[in-house]
């Protein structure tokens, strides 16, 4: 299959009922990307997940292909490393299809394919904070050391280098502060800064009650925002 | 009081998490208390400059590469059955039990039923033993082991090359763990060999199947995979060994020069790079092979590399 036939993702079910939302409310985040709203996609999905539950691994490549380029991107950014990242998506998907049997439309597919998602990112998150290499360093798909923060920094070049050069600052504040997290903490702020999830589906992927969601959300927050002010 | 509510709810206000009634309550209060409206602003001031450093998208290369290899992980790997689930989730099996008991009397009994004749099934074919395949290298002819089937084969464990021989033993894993030993040629080598060059999870095995299989580039196949494994391997170690596979083809084969030329445009590693800059210098002439190296001299990261293309450049008569 061509490289360039990977390029368009299609948000489906939760995430652009989310997205909708949030235009309507009229504070859409800026960092939630990807606009196509499928209306209708639940149901393709359903028909998808039953075939592919028959035993159909054509179906469950298409369902792969609905969700998997925010899950590389949420894994990008939680793991920082490629090839983590590439780890995350790969036991992801296998697990799901390896347990697709026991999914029983009681929540969304989404909803579902990215509690096994984060459980593993936080699997991850923990097990670095543990063995404490923390040193924002990465290893990329190469096998070459590249800095975690960086990450933050690359996203937009501009014509003014000395704006670049702030941006590139904040950015690596930014990664510092968001390291500084606890796994479940980053996690929720994840889910729901950069990837714009309501508080309740983020409760509901991390099998928590919105509340805690809401508590974990603050608690995040007041860090980050501590963190940055001290680095100001 | 109210001051203390408000400002514990500004953040969920300005994510858009609050009931209307709540959302009404903040919006009086901030318009008539200018402490808590400050704390709006700052709120706001947190929420845009973290929005300000949007997440990059994966690349396109790292998706496809994701993709790809989830496939062939797929190809190898059966879907949980339904009875699967009632043993594997107790919790769901006791509350169909309490929900519905003649249908949980059902499920049980399917349930149970079907354990035992996989079960029964998997001990008769497979006798739950490790089974030893060999093939006599002469004849290629294949004995105890039978012939390789490509897709029971859950991983490959080791390649080994006799030294000074063209002998391989290749440890594979399907439900057991298996062993071939082979000459080179051999077809039942060879596919092994394939796979472990495209699916292993193990970069010192692909490492070595690539290596083994730089011998005979001239089977296209081979050259297929070790086009595959520059393109896509993780470990520069596994790409450079590939490269070197591959460098008897960069003249004579146009898809090979191709390849590496987009290895010299796209590989993440220097070391690869330099090699790829290498082996296409003898057709410096060529315009596709003059055009990378004119955008290589331009923008590589790598000094050195800028300096040799442009080194290169200059040695190639302008055509024009």
């Avoid at chain 1, 691994?57 to 939680?78: G, N, P, W």
């Avoid at chain 1, 996203?155 to 280098?161: Q, S, T, V």
């Amino acid at each position: 299959m061509p490289a360039d036939s990977f390029a368009v993702a299609i948000p489906v079910g939760e995430i652009s009922r989310h997205r909708r939302a949030e235009q309507d409310s009229g504070n859409r985040n800026p960092t939630v990307r990807g606009s196509l709203a499928a209306q209708g996609n639940r149901i393709d999905d359903t028909s998808l997940i039953r075939e592919a539950q028959q035993g159909n691994r054509a179906a469950f490549e298409v369902l792969v292909r609905h969700y998997d380029q925010s899950v590389l991107r949420l894994a990008l950014h939680l793991t920082g490393s490629e090839s983590d990242a590439q780890d995350v998506y790969q036991e992801a998907f296998l697990k799901a299809y390896k347990n697709l049997g026991s999914f029983r439309f009681e929540c969304s597919f989404y909803t579902w394919i990215y509690r096994i998602v984060t459980n593993l990112c936080l699997d991850h998150l923990r097990k670095r904070n543990v063995r404490k290499e923390d040193a924002p360093v990465a290893i990329d798909a190469s096998g070459e050391e590249y800095s975690r923060i960086e990450q933050f920094a690359d996203a937009r070049a501009g014509a003014n280098p000395e704006r670049d050069l702030m941006r590139r600052e904040l950015g690596r504040k930014i990664g510092v502060a968001l390291e500084a997290l606890t796994p479940r903490e980053r996690m929720v702020f994840e889910l729901k800064h950069y990837h714009g999830l309501k508080l309740r589906t983020v409760g509901e992927m991390l099998n928590t009650t919105e509340e805690t969601a809401k508590n974990t959300l603050f608690r995040a927050t007041q860090k980050l925002r501590a963190a940055l002010a001290e680095m100001r | 009081m109210k001051c203390d509510w408000v400002r514990q709810n500004i953040l969920f206000y300005v994510y858009s998490e609050l009931e209307d009634d709540a959302r009404y309550e903040v919006e009086q209060h901030l318009a008539r208390c200018p402490e808590c409206a400050v704390e709006l602003k700052a709120t706001r001031k947190f929420h845009a400059t973290l929005s300000d450093m949007p997440v990059a998208d994966p690349s396109p290369n790292l998706l496809a590469a994701s993709r790809m290899r989830l496939q062939e992980a797929l190809e190898t790997t059966r879907p949980g059955a339904f009875w699967q689930r009632l043993i594997l989730e107790p919790a769901l099996w006791l509350r169909q039990v309490r929900l519905a008991p003649a249908l949980a009397a059902a499920i049980f009994i399917v349930g149970f039923g079907g354990g035992i004749a996989t079960t029964y099934n998997y001990v008769g074919r497979d006798g739950g033993a490790v089974t030893t395949g060999s093939i006599v290298p002469t004849g290629g002819t294949p004995s105890v082991g039978g012939t390789v089937d490509s897709s029971a084969i859950t991983g490959i464990r080791s390649v080994t090359q006799e030294p000074g021989s063209n002998q391989v033993t290749i440890k594979y894993d399907t439900i057991s763990t298996q062993e071939k030993q082979g000459s080179l040629n051999d077809q039942e080598i060879q596919k092994l060999l394939l796979f472990a060059a495209r699916n292993n999870y193990n970069s010192g095995v692909r490492m070595d199947s690539v290596d083994v299989l730089t011998q005979t580039p001239s089977d296209t196949r081979v050259r297929e995979a070790l086009m595959y494994a520059l393109q896509n391997d993780t470990n520069p170690g596994v790409r450079l060994k590939a490269l070197d596979g591959l460098s008897g083809f960069v003249k004579q084969d146009p898809q090979v020069r191709d390849g590496v030329l987009r290895a010299l445009l796209s590989d993440s590693n220097s070391g690869v790079r330099m090699q790829a800059l290498r082996l296409v210098e003898p057709m410096k002439a060529d315009s596709n092979v003059r055009a990378v190296l004119t955008k290589l001299a331009e923008t590589d990261q790598n000094v050195s590399i800028r300096s040799q293309a442009r080194a290169m450049l200059a040695q190639v008569p302008e055509m024009d």
